[in-house]
Nanobody
Framework: EVQLVESGGGWVQAGGSLRLSCAVS????????IGWFLQAPGKEREGVSC????????DYGDSVKGRFTISSDNAENTVYLQTNSLKAEDTAVYYC???????????????????WGQGTQVTVSS
């Protein structure tokens, strides 16, 4: 059974940091890309970042470039999203997802992802 489990969300003041984790099981980690997405109330889901586990190729959404960093621990089948310089507009539920179109490639387009986690809430107070 494929599972993606997010953790690490919470409440933080503007300018602060959080490290989100996505623990993956049920498929061959190296064959996939893992993406992070956010969805704020009343808004569409937005691509944040992605990583191709096979070679570490990454991509970022424009709103988070320079502030967020994605990484993977292949031994632990876990992908991390380090979020720095958080802003009130970063408040959202953050989801991780897995894409089988992810060998030496990744995309922040949600339609390319096959499996999704349940999400973790990030709240940034100004």
């Amino acid at each position: 059974e494929v599972q993606l489990v997010e953790s690490g969300g919470g409440w933080v003041q503007a300018g602060g940091s959080l490290r989100l984790s996505c623990a993956v099981s049920g498929f061959t980690f190296d064959d996939y890309a893992i993406g992070w997405f956010l969805q704020a109330p009343g808004k569409e889901r937005e691509g944040v970042s992605c990583i191709s586990v096979a070679d570490g190729t990454t991509d970022y959404g424009d709103s988070v470039k320079g502030r967020f960093t994605i990484s993977s621990d292949n031994a632990e089948n876990t992908v991390y999203l380090q979020t720095n310089s958080l802003k009130a507009e970063d408040t959202a539920v953050y989801y991780c997802a897995a894409s089988s179109i992810g060998y030496y490639y990744c995309s922040v387009s949600s339609h390319e992802y096959d499996y999704w986690g349940q999400g973790t809430q990030v709240t940034v107070s100004s």
